[in-house]
């Protein structure tokens, strides 16, 4: 059973770029978390999303950053204009119905120039 | 609103020492609680949770018991290998929050020969 997938794992995009960032849950995991890491900080909480549904925004810049999780295929995190400080480690976690425990995939590294 | 205070780091320890990492939190109602791990270069790994007060999580040789009392979830292990080094997270979830993590900022444990 494959885990939760990430692509691209590096990705390097000028200012004024846009960034999309995939992630694949694992199999027979409805629900998707987005996280934000900045550089020797914790994680915050971006989106959760459940398919073709977001459920909670709350931690989500209000612009330039969408998400979706469409009915087939992964979840896409979206930044528009990227800027520096969008250079971060974004992960994405993914959970089955009604648990609590959410499961990791490695993250991509956007490194804006 | 909730969060989470981890004890800063940098942590140096020997090989075979006693690991404390402190984690308290402040929360409304009866939040899980968790440790996570991040080996460098890579996600995110579910270490242990507990989700009720006395609750005790273990696994590979760490443990945690749920205090309520004292609202903290410390990380300990009797006796630390090169292997462990890696940053540690603490992290709270609500069911009614839709289970999205809050998590400290990490502490980075170096365990050297």
């Known amino acids: 059973n494959a885990g939760v997938m990430q692509n691209p794992r590096h990705l390097v995009r000028r200012r004024g770029q846009e960034a999309r960032l995939r992630c694949s849950p694992m199999?027979?995991?409805?629900?998707v978390y987005w996280y934000r890491q900045l550089p020797e900080e914790g994680l915050k909480f971006m989106v959760y999303?459940?398919?073709?549904?977001?459920?909670?925004e709350s931690g989500m810049p209000k612009e330039r950053f969408s998400a979706e999780f469409p009915k087939e295929g992964p979840s896409i995190l979206r930044i528009q204009q990227v800027v520096r400080g969008d250079s971060a480690a974004y992960f994405c976690?993914?959970?089955?119905?009604?648990?609590?425990?959410?499961?990791f995939g490695p993250g991509t590294r956007l490194t804006v120039l | 609103g909730d969060s989470v205070t981890q004890m800063e780091g940098p942590v140096t320890l020997s090989e075979e020492a006693f690991l404390t990492i402190n984690c308290t939190y402040t929360?409304?109602?009866?939040?899980?609680l968790f440790w996570y791990v991040q080996y460098p270069g890579e996600g995110l790994q579910l270490l242990l949770k507990?989700?009720?007060?006395?609750d005790k999580g273990s696994n590979k040789g760490f443990e945690a018991t749920y205090r309520k009392e004292t609202t903290s979830f410390h990380l300990e292990k009797g006796s630390v290998q090169v292997s462990d080094s890696a940053v540690y997270f603490c992290?709270?979830?609500?069911?009614?929050?839709?289970?999205?993590?809050?998590f400290g900022a990490g502490t980075r444990l170096a365990v050297h020969p």
């Open positions: 929360a409304t109602g009866y939040p899980s």
């Open positions: 976690a993914s959970s089955p119905e009604a648990s609590d425990t959410q499961y």
């Open positions: 199999k027979g995991h409805s629900h």
């Open positions: 992290a709270l979830s609500h069911l009614g929050g839709y289970n999205k993590l809050i």
């Open positions: 999303l459940q398919k073709e549904n977001i459920i909670d």
């Open positions: 507990a989700t009720k007060a006395d």
